[in-house]
């Protein structure tokens, strides 16, 4: 058999046996191709660790690429792939892109204020708020630097209704108008009280004062009453102190038990 990558035709012709195929005699073509000490071989056997390590040793060696791949049964196109660098070992790590905004974040500026206490949610509004969403900037965050996400955590003891922190969550949800078919956001404004963790959540299509001041009130109606504090995170447009619980004993709530 040559050693070339051109196929080889060998044509045979059959027997004639009938006066049709004396009239009309053909031949009959057959193709073969070479088979390259275990060039086809490969498709079959996978790339092991082992096998990608005796590769690099022998070609070390100084093997020629022919007498590697016959002797490890797999195609002298590995074998090169292996030598120029192509082919990395099984085991050796992913590489995985960054998404574009990653590239326009200062990210040692992002480890320098979670230094010095600033909440991760708080530097997204700050940093990155205009690029991704809060969800995708601490995923990619922690994976670019696991090593903050063995934060320490302060356990903290309240007494019952104490205090009932605020805030609206960081997604939105969608929902469809029945009437016109147009798909419209709601923000959802969540609470829990401090000593017994119970939760509210209040979905409005804004949030806007009128919608944040009605979801403290809806929030002191399911709780019962009203705790001696509230804690709000920062919303935009809206300025929030004491004049919560103001509102709620005025309108005849009183402190929750927190049970």
Known sequence: MPDSDEKVVVYRRRNRSSTADLAAPHEEALIVAPNHEGEDGMGARSMTVGRYEEIRRRLAEGRRVREIARALK????????????????????????????????????????????????FIWEEKAQHLTTYSNFWKQFYRKFPQYRQASVTAREFS?????????????????????????????????????????????????????????????SFYGGVPHVTVPDFVAGNKIGLVLNRFAVAAGLTPPSDR
């Open 160 to 220: 019952p209704g104490e205090r009932a922190e605020v805030d609206y969550a960081g997604e939105t949800l969608e929902w469809i108008e029945p009437k016109t078919g147009e798909i419209r956001k709601a923000y959802v404004f969540v609470s829990g009280l401090g000593f017994s963790q119970l939760l509210f959540a209040w979905a409005a299509e804004d949030m806007k004062s009128r919608n944040w001041l009605g979801s403290h009130r809806r929030m002191f």
């Open 74 to 121: 797999c195609s002298r196109d590995t074998v090169r792939e292996v030598r120029d660098g192509i082919r990395q070992s099984p085991d050796a790590p992913k590489s995985t892109t960054d998404p574009l905004w990653m590239l326009q974040l200062d990210w040692p500026a992002i480890v320098h204020d979670l230094g010095l206490g600033h909440p991760l949610k």
